[in-house]
Protein backbone atom coordinates (compact mmCIF):
# COMPACT_ATOMS: atom_id res chain seq x y z
CA UNK A 1 0.00 0.00 0.00
CA UNK A 2 1.29 3.61 -0.82
CA UNK A 3 2.75 6.11 1.85
CA UNK A 4 0.32 8.65 1.81
CA UNK A 5 1.02 12.12 0.59
CA UNK A 6 2.87 14.44 3.42
CA UNK A 7 0.92 17.41 4.42
CA UNK A 8 1.44 20.56 2.86
CA UNK A 9 1.31 22.43 6.58
CA UNK A 10 1.74 20.91 9.95
CA UNK A 11 0.33 23.16 12.71
CA UNK A 12 1.74 22.68 16.13
CA UNK A 13 0.42 23.92 19.22
CA UNK A 14 2.13 24.14 22.66
CA UNK A 15 -0.02 24.04 25.47
CA UNK A 16 -0.38 24.07 29.28
CA UNK A 17 -3.55 24.30 30.90
CA UNK A 18 -5.00 25.83 28.23
CA UNK A 19 -8.22 23.17 27.62
CA UNK A 20 -11.07 25.69 26.35
CA UNK A 21 -8.90 28.01 23.98
CA UNK A 22 -7.25 24.91 22.81
CA UNK A 23 -10.09 23.47 21.58
CA UNK A 24 -11.28 26.74 20.12
CA UNK A 25 -8.16 26.84 18.30
CA UNK A 26 -8.23 23.40 16.95
CA UNK A 27 -11.96 24.57 16.16
CA UNK A 28 -10.54 27.16 13.82
CA UNK A 29 -7.55 25.22 12.05
CA UNK A 30 -9.52 22.33 10.98
CA UNK A 31 -12.45 25.06 9.70
CA UNK A 32 -9.79 25.93 7.58
CA UNK A 33 -11.44 24.13 4.40
CA UNK A 34 -8.93 25.94 1.66
CA UNK A 35 -5.77 23.66 2.59
CA UNK A 36 -5.41 20.27 4.31
CA UNK A 37 -3.60 20.46 7.84
CA UNK A 38 -2.05 18.10 10.07
CA UNK A 39 -2.02 18.87 13.71
CA UNK A 40 0.31 17.85 16.32
CA UNK A 41 -0.52 19.17 19.96
CA UNK A 42 2.37 18.96 22.66
CA UNK A 43 0.67 18.93 25.80
CA UNK A 44 2.85 20.37 28.63
CA UNK A 45 2.14 18.48 31.51
CA UNK A 46 -1.43 20.05 32.03
CA UNK A 47 -3.89 18.97 34.99
CA UNK A 48 -6.92 20.17 33.33
CA UNK A 49 -7.65 16.95 31.19
CA UNK A 50 -6.46 19.18 27.52
CA UNK A 51 -4.85 15.95 26.27
CA UNK A 52 -8.32 13.76 26.95
CA UNK A 53 -10.26 16.21 25.49
CA UNK A 54 -8.14 17.05 22.20
CA UNK A 55 -8.22 13.04 21.54
CA UNK A 56 -11.89 12.74 22.14
CA UNK A 57 -13.15 15.98 19.97
CA UNK A 58 -10.20 15.63 17.49
CA UNK A 59 -8.89 12.15 16.90
CA UNK A 60 -7.04 12.92 13.48
CA UNK A 61 -4.80 15.09 15.78
CA UNK A 62 -1.59 13.60 17.41
CA UNK A 63 -1.46 14.31 20.79
CA UNK A 64 2.24 14.33 22.62
CA UNK A 65 1.98 14.69 26.50
CA UNK A 66 5.10 15.51 28.33
CA UNK A 67 5.51 14.50 31.92
CA UNK A 68 6.64 17.95 32.90
CA UNK A 69 6.39 21.74 31.87
CA UNK A 70 9.88 21.71 29.28
CA UNK A 71 8.93 25.19 28.48
CA UNK A 72 7.75 26.73 24.81
CA UNK A 73 11.05 26.16 23.33
CA UNK A 74 11.89 22.12 24.13
CA UNK A 75 8.33 21.42 24.05
CA UNK A 76 7.81 22.56 20.06
CA UNK A 77 11.23 21.18 19.65
CA UNK A 78 9.40 18.08 20.69
CA UNK A 79 6.51 18.95 18.25
CA UNK A 80 8.70 19.39 15.09
CA UNK A 81 10.42 15.80 15.02
CA UNK A 82 6.77 14.72 14.58
CA UNK A 83 5.65 17.25 12.04
CA UNK A 84 5.51 16.09 8.39
CA UNK A 85 4.49 19.31 6.17
CA UNK A 86 6.51 21.35 4.15
CA UNK A 87 5.54 24.53 6.33
CA UNK A 88 5.21 24.54 9.86
CA UNK A 89 2.40 26.40 11.58
CA UNK A 90 3.20 27.54 15.04
CA UNK A 91 0.41 28.48 17.37
CA UNK A 92 -0.53 29.29 20.78
CA UNK A 93 -3.65 28.19 22.31
CA UNK A 94 -4.99 31.45 22.77
CA UNK A 95 -5.07 32.02 19.18
CA UNK A 96 -7.94 31.03 16.60
CA UNK A 97 -6.95 31.63 12.77
CA UNK A 98 -9.67 33.36 10.35
CA UNK A 99 -10.64 30.80 7.41
CA UNK A 100 -8.46 32.12 5.19
CA UNK A 101 -4.86 32.60 7.34
CA UNK A 102 -3.57 29.14 6.63
CA UNK A 103 -4.04 28.75 3.29
CA UNK A 104 -2.78 32.56 2.27
CA UNK A 105 0.21 32.12 4.74
CA UNK A 106 0.99 28.83 3.24
CA UNK A 107 0.56 30.09 -0.71
CA UNK A 108 2.77 33.18 0.18
CA UNK A 109 5.28 30.38 0.82
CA UNK A 110 4.94 28.74 -2.28
CA UNK A 111 5.60 31.84 -4.29
CA UNK A 112 8.03 33.18 -2.49
CA UNK A 113 11.36 30.45 -2.12
CA UNK A 114 13.03 33.25 0.10
CA UNK A 115 10.65 33.36 2.67
CA UNK A 116 11.99 31.48 5.81
CA UNK A 117 8.92 32.99 7.71
CA UNK A 118 5.66 34.42 7.56
CA UNK A 119 3.26 35.72 9.84
CA UNK A 120 -0.21 37.57 9.75
CA UNK A 121 -2.25 40.24 10.77
CA UNK A 122 -2.46 39.38 14.24
CA UNK A 123 -5.21 41.15 16.24
CA UNK A 124 -6.89 41.32 19.91
CA UNK A 125 -9.81 40.83 20.36
CA UNK A 126 -11.21 44.67 20.13
CA UNK A 127 -9.74 44.95 16.84
CA UNK A 128 -6.41 46.61 18.21
CA UNK A 129 -3.20 45.68 16.13
CA UNK A 130 -0.53 42.72 18.42
CA UNK A 131 2.35 44.96 18.03
CA UNK A 132 4.40 41.53 18.84
CA UNK A 133 2.88 40.65 14.97
CA UNK A 134 5.82 42.51 14.24
CA UNK A 135 9.53 43.54 15.48
CA UNK A 136 12.75 44.71 15.00
CA UNK A 137 15.39 42.28 16.38
CA UNK A 138 16.37 43.90 20.49
CA UNK A 139 19.66 45.96 19.49
CA UNK A 140 20.73 47.85 22.83
CA UNK A 141 19.55 51.30 21.19
CA UNK A 142 16.29 49.77 20.25
CA UNK A 143 15.92 48.23 24.09
CA UNK A 144 17.20 51.56 25.22
CA UNK A 145 14.14 53.33 23.64
CA UNK A 146 11.83 51.31 24.75
CA UNK A 147 13.18 52.00 28.42
CA UNK A 148 12.89 55.78 28.54
CA UNK A 149 9.84 55.80 26.54
CA UNK A 150 10.78 57.03 23.42
CA UNK A 151 9.51 54.34 21.44
CA UNK A 152 5.67 55.09 22.91
CA UNK A 153 5.84 59.14 22.52
CA UNK A 154 7.54 58.02 18.70
CA UNK A 155 5.46 55.05 17.59
CA UNK A 156 5.83 56.04 13.72
CA UNK A 157 9.36 57.10 13.91
CA UNK A 158 11.76 54.63 11.77
CA UNK A 159 14.57 55.32 14.90
CA UNK A 160 12.64 55.89 18.25
CA UNK A 161 9.27 53.02 17.11
CA UNK A 162 11.51 50.54 15.42
CA UNK A 163 11.34 48.18 17.95
CA UNK A 164 7.44 47.33 16.63
CA UNK A 165 8.23 48.56 13.31
CA UNK A 166 5.63 51.42 13.77
CA UNK A 167 7.04 53.19 10.70
CA UNK A 168 5.75 50.39 8.00
CA UNK A 169 2.01 50.29 7.00
CA UNK A 170 0.15 47.51 8.75
CA UNK A 171 -1.92 47.33 5.28
CA UNK A 172 1.16 46.13 3.21
CA UNK A 173 3.44 43.42 3.38
CA UNK A 174 7.10 44.11 3.97
CA UNK A 175 10.11 42.06 5.12
CA UNK A 176 10.02 41.90 9.35
CA UNK A 177 13.28 40.89 11.62
CA UNK A 178 10.63 38.74 13.72
CA UNK A 179 7.81 37.88 13.83
CA UNK A 180 5.63 36.18 16.77
CA UNK A 181 5.80 32.38 17.30
CA UNK A 182 2.10 33.01 18.80
CA UNK A 183 1.39 32.70 14.78
CA UNK A 184 3.85 31.81 12.95
CA UNK A 185 4.43 29.70 9.55
CA UNK A 186 7.77 27.85 8.87
CA UNK A 187 9.52 26.56 5.81
CA UNK A 188 10.51 23.24 7.31
CA UNK A 189 13.61 23.33 4.30
CA UNK A 190 14.87 26.49 6.84
CA UNK A 191 14.45 24.92 9.84
CA UNK A 192 16.44 21.86 9.21
CA UNK A 193 19.34 24.11 8.20
CA UNK A 194 19.36 26.39 11.17
CA UNK A 195 18.13 23.93 13.62
CA UNK A 196 15.01 24.02 15.74
CA UNK A 197 14.42 26.47 18.98
CA UNK A 198 17.45 26.94 21.25
CA UNK A 199 16.53 25.43 24.36
CA UNK A 200 18.15 27.75 26.81
CA UNK A 201 14.73 29.91 26.48
CA UNK A 202 12.42 28.52 28.76
CA UNK A 203 9.34 30.84 28.10
CA UNK A 204 9.53 33.85 25.73
CA UNK A 205 12.62 35.34 23.12
CA UNK A 206 12.99 31.96 21.45
CA UNK A 207 10.97 33.08 18.13
CA UNK A 208 13.37 36.08 18.00
CA UNK A 209 16.23 34.18 18.40
CA UNK A 210 14.90 31.96 15.47
CA UNK A 211 13.97 34.83 13.23
CA UNK A 212 17.65 36.18 13.47
CA UNK A 213 18.88 32.98 12.80
CA UNK A 214 16.91 32.41 9.92
CA UNK A 215 18.20 36.27 8.45
CA UNK A 216 22.19 34.68 8.89
CA UNK A 217 20.96 31.80 7.01
CA UNK A 218 19.99 34.04 4.42
CA UNK A 219 16.67 33.92 4.86
CA UNK A 220 13.84 36.24 4.63
CA UNK A 221 10.99 36.65 7.42
CA UNK A 222 7.72 38.36 6.39
CA UNK A 223 4.32 39.99 7.36
CA UNK A 224 1.21 39.20 5.28
CA UNK A 225 -1.91 41.49 6.67
CA UNK A 226 -3.97 39.61 4.38
CA UNK A 227 -4.14 36.14 7.03
CA UNK A 228 -5.78 37.15 10.04
CA UNK A 229 -5.57 35.76 13.37
CA UNK A 230 -7.68 36.45 17.00
CA UNK A 231 -5.16 36.32 19.80
CA UNK A 232 -6.82 36.41 23.05
CA UNK A 233 -4.12 36.36 25.67
CA UNK A 234 -5.20 34.13 28.37
CA UNK A 235 -4.44 35.87 32.02
CA UNK A 236 -1.95 34.10 34.06
CA UNK A 237 -3.41 32.33 37.18
CA UNK A 238 -1.73 33.40 39.69
CA UNK A 239 0.93 36.27 41.29
CA UNK A 240 3.78 33.34 41.31
CA UNK A 241 2.78 32.74 37.66
CA UNK A 242 3.00 36.20 36.72
CA UNK A 243 6.56 36.88 38.52
CA UNK A 244 7.80 33.55 37.11
CA UNK A 245 6.96 35.02 33.39
CA UNK A 246 8.18 38.54 33.87
CA UNK A 247 11.54 37.01 35.18
CA UNK A 248 11.22 34.49 32.24
CA UNK A 249 11.02 37.39 30.17
CA UNK A 250 13.75 39.08 31.16
CA UNK A 251 16.00 36.47 31.12
CA UNK A 252 15.13 35.83 27.60
CA UNK A 253 16.42 39.33 26.47
CA UNK A 254 19.94 38.86 28.20
CA UNK A 255 20.04 35.72 26.95
CA UNK A 256 19.39 36.61 23.33
CA UNK A 257 21.63 39.80 23.83
CA UNK A 258 24.52 37.89 25.23
CA UNK A 259 24.41 35.34 22.42
CA UNK A 260 23.98 37.18 19.49
CA UNK A 261 25.58 41.03 20.12
CA UNK A 262 27.60 41.35 23.40
CA UNK A 263 30.88 40.38 21.58
CA UNK A 264 30.32 43.54 19.39
CA UNK A 265 30.33 45.48 22.70
CA UNK A 266 32.61 46.50 25.33
CA UNK A 267 32.97 44.93 28.83
CA UNK A 268 31.27 48.46 30.03
CA UNK A 269 28.67 48.66 27.23
CA UNK A 270 27.43 45.26 28.43
CA UNK A 271 26.86 46.22 31.81
CA UNK A 272 24.49 48.65 31.09
CA UNK A 273 22.54 46.43 28.72
CA UNK A 274 22.79 44.18 31.97
CA UNK A 275 21.56 46.48 34.27
CA UNK A 276 19.10 47.98 31.67
CA UNK A 277 17.39 44.42 31.49
CA UNK A 278 17.53 43.61 35.05
CA UNK A 279 16.64 46.89 36.41
CA UNK A 280 13.65 46.99 34.17
CA UNK A 281 12.91 43.71 35.60
CA UNK A 282 13.27 44.51 39.39
CA UNK A 283 11.13 47.92 38.28
CA UNK A 284 8.23 45.69 37.01
CA UNK A 285 8.49 43.37 39.94
CA UNK A 286 7.77 46.51 42.42
CA UNK A 287 5.04 47.68 40.95
CA UNK A 288 2.98 43.68 40.31
CA UNK A 289 3.83 43.21 44.23
CA UNK A 290 2.50 47.25 44.96
CA UNK A 291 -0.61 46.63 42.90
CA UNK A 292 -0.97 43.14 44.60
CA UNK A 293 -0.73 45.32 48.06
CA UNK A 294 -2.68 47.92 47.11
CA UNK A 295 -5.56 45.80 46.08
CA UNK A 296 -5.25 43.26 49.08
CA UNK A 297 -5.52 46.24 51.50
CA UNK A 298 -8.41 47.81 49.61
Same mark, same amino acid.
Given at each position: ???? &?? &? ?52 ? *? ?30 ? &? ?8 ? %? ?14 ? %? ?40 ? %? +? ?61 ? &?? *? ?24 ? +? ?20 ? *????? %? ?18
Amino acid at each position: MPDS &PK &PVVSALIVSHNAKDLLLQCLQAVFASADVPVEVVVVDNDSSDGSAAAVTAEYPQ *ATVLIQERDLGFGRAANVGLERCTGRFILLLN &PDVTVDLQCI %GRLADFMLTRPDAGAV %GPRLLNPDGTPDPDARRAFPLPSTMFYRTIGLSKLFPKSPRF %G +RHNMGHMDESDVHEIDAASADCLMLRRAALDRVGFFDPRYFMYGEDIDLCYRLKLGGWKVFYL &PS *AGAIHHKRELPGQAEKQRMLFEEHRA +RWTYYFKHHAEEQSAFGNGLVW *AQIWG %GWLAQSLRQTVRREHRTST
